[in-house]
Structures are given as structure tokens and as C-alpha cells.
């Protein structure tokens, strides 16, 4: 079947705009993960959905970033106001038993 | 959390074993441990995952001790096309700490 998709793929916006990124998990899987890579870097835990509940937040970095996720399914990341530092490559990943993670192809977000 | 320490980079040639080694002193009783493997522009893929003693599938080995602050993935007979980031994770639900990642560079 599908694995999981993202988009858009690449995205370049302006200081202080929002942006909205899409993550498709695979069809089934419950937990639902939210990563950013910057240039060179190790991933870094954003967020994490079990369904449509997010018991973890600690990773996002500040109040400008949130998500959701509707139907158990599809989740949203948006960063509000966006700053140079918030460039990177964001990663969605799902998993059905908790453990075993699927990552998406992942979006570019640039800040100019 | 469990915070995971490997080796920044490491060097082989093919047709040669790699183990690669991360330390995870804080692993709670819950946790498993897995390793990813990633290539430029692309997201990380799964390669294998254990709790405790051995694993092995098709692709590597997974070798956790009876203390498990650490594993070691061995990957036998390297070709060039193991080049790439290879990531030790450690938890589960709610620990979600990736390690820095070693940088796998094969040569012919």
C-alpha cells in the first residue's frame, strides 16, 4: 500500500508569514510523529499523536508551532510568523504498534 | 529520556562487517531499541529492532547485553550502497530520542 506522503515537498516562504504542512500517515496507523532536520543534523522530536490526542508536545519549540491531526488520520503542522531559524526539513513518520516508525519524503521549508 | 551517544562518523570498505556501537545508559524497562538508516534527501527507514540479547533479519544484526545501556548494529559484507546515516533510537510511546547518528562512509 501507500506509505506515508507529505506536502507540499519543498516550500519557500517570507519572514513572518505561516505555513501549513500536510502529512498523510498510512492508512491504519494510530501514533503519528512530527520531526524537523535542520542542515546536517539529527532529527529532532517535534510532536507525537496517539489518534486525534497529542500527549506529547514537548518537543515543539515555541508557541509559533502547532498541530493537529482530524479523523485519526491526516495532521497538520503549522508554524505562525516564521523566522530563518525555523528552516529545515520536517518529517512525518506513523506506526501502527508504537514502535516500528514510517517516515514521509519529508517537506522543505526555507525562510527567506 | 533516554539520551543516546554513537559515533559521529565511521570509515569501511566493501565486503567488510561494521558494527556500530550507541550507549543508552538511561533505557527505561519499557523501551526497545531501533535503528534507522538514512540516505541524503530522504527520510529515515527502518533496519531492526530488539529489547534484549540478538536480533538478526536479512539486512543486520542487533546485539543488546543483559544491562542494555547499550547496542550494537553489525552490518556483514558492506557494499557502496550502505553509505548513509544509520540512527539508534531508543522508547516508545513517549520517549522518542533519536541519537546524533553515525555517518557510514563506504569505499570500493
Known amino acids: 500500500g501507500a506509505g506515508v506522503s507529505q506536502s507540499p515537498s519543498n516550500k519557500v516562504t517570507e519572514k513572518g508569514k505561516d505555513v501549513e504542512l500536510r502529512c498523510d500517515p498510512i492508512s491504519g496507523h494510530t501514533a503519528l510523529y512530527w520531526y524537523r532536520q535542520s542542515l546536517g543534523q539529527g532529527l529532532e522530536f517535534l510532536i507525537y499523536f496517539q489518534g486525534n490526542s497529542a500527549p506529547d508536545k514537548s518537543g515543539l519549540p515555541s508557541d509559533r508551532f502547532s498541530a493537529e491531526r482530524t479523523g485519526g488520520s491526516v495532521s497538520t503542522l503549522t508554524i505562525q510568523r516564521t523566522q530563518q531559524e525555523d528552516s529545515a526539513v520536517y518529517l512525518c513518520?506513523?506506526?501502527?504498534?508504537?514502535?516500528?516508525?514510517?517516515f514521509g519524503p519529508g517537506t522543505r521549508l526555507t525562510v527567506t | 529520556l533516554a539520551k543516546t551517544t554513537q559515533p559521529i562518523s565511521m570509515d569501511s570498505y566493501e565486503g567488510q562487517e561494521v558494527n556500530i556501537t550507541c550507549s543508552h545508559n538511561n533505557i527505561a524497562t519499557n523501551d526497545y531499541i531501533t535503528w534507522y538508516q538514512q540516505f541524503p534527501s530522504q527520510g529515515p527507514r527502518f533496519i531492526i529492532q530488539?529489547?534484549?540479547t540478538k536480533v538478526t533479519n536479512e539486512v543486520a544484526s542487533l546485539f543488546i547485553p543483559a544491562d542494555r545501556k547499550s547496542s550494537t548494529l553489525s552490518l556483514p559484507r558492506v557494499s557502496l550502497s550502505d553509505t548513509a546515516v544509520y540512527y539508534c533510537?531508543?522508547?516508545?510511546?513517549?520517549?522518542?530520542?533519536f541519537g546524533t547518528g553515525t555517518r557510514l562512509l563506504v569505499s570500493p
Open positions: 513518520a506513523s506506526s501502527l504498534d508504537n514502535y516500528e516508525q514510517y
Open positions: 533510537f531508543v522508547g516508545g510511546f513517549q520517549k522518542l530520542v
Open positions: 530488539g529489547y534484549k
